[in-house]
C-alpha cells in the first residue's frame, strides 16, 4: 500500500522537509555550528513549493559560505550531500569534500 498525503499536511510542512521527502532516504535534523566556514555550491531556483532544483547545485561552483549557529540541514545519503536553507538561498555541501560533517546535528 502506498502512503498519500493530503494537501494540508504539505501547507504546513517547510521547504526542507519537503526536500528531505522527495529524495530518498534522506532525512531532516536540526543542526548547530560555531559559525565556521565552508566550501558549498548554491542555488536560489526553487519550485513551486519552495524546494530547490537539485541540479543547479550541482552545477553550480564551490564558494566559501559561512555556516549560520542554528539551521535545518537535509542528510542525503544515498546521493551524498547536505542541503541547507540560509536567507533564500539553498546551498549543497557535498560529503565527501569533508570526513564528518562540519557542524553538529
Do not use: C, H
Amino acid at each position: 500500500m502506498k502512503k498519500v498525503k493530503l494537501f494540508e499536511q504539505y501547507v504546513n510542512e517547510s521547504a526542507i522537509d519537503l526536500l528531505a521527502d522527495e529524495i530518498e532516504d534522506a532525512k531532516a535534523f536540526d543542526a548547530f555550528s560555531d559559525g565556521q566556514s565552508v566550501q558549498a555550491r548554491s542555488t536560489k531556483k526553487t519550485w513551486d513549493d519552495g524546494v530547490p532544483v537539485l541540479k543547479y547545485i550541482a552545477r553550480a561552483p564551490k564558494k566559501s559560505v559561512k555556516l549560520p549557529k542554528k539551521f535545518k540541514v537535509v542528510d542525503d545519503t544515498k546521493y551524498g550531500w547536505w542541503y541547507l536553507q540560509v536567507s533564500g538561498v539553498w546551498y549543497g555541501i557535498e560529503q565527501s569534500d569533508y570526513g564528518t560533517p562540519p557542524f553538529e546535528y
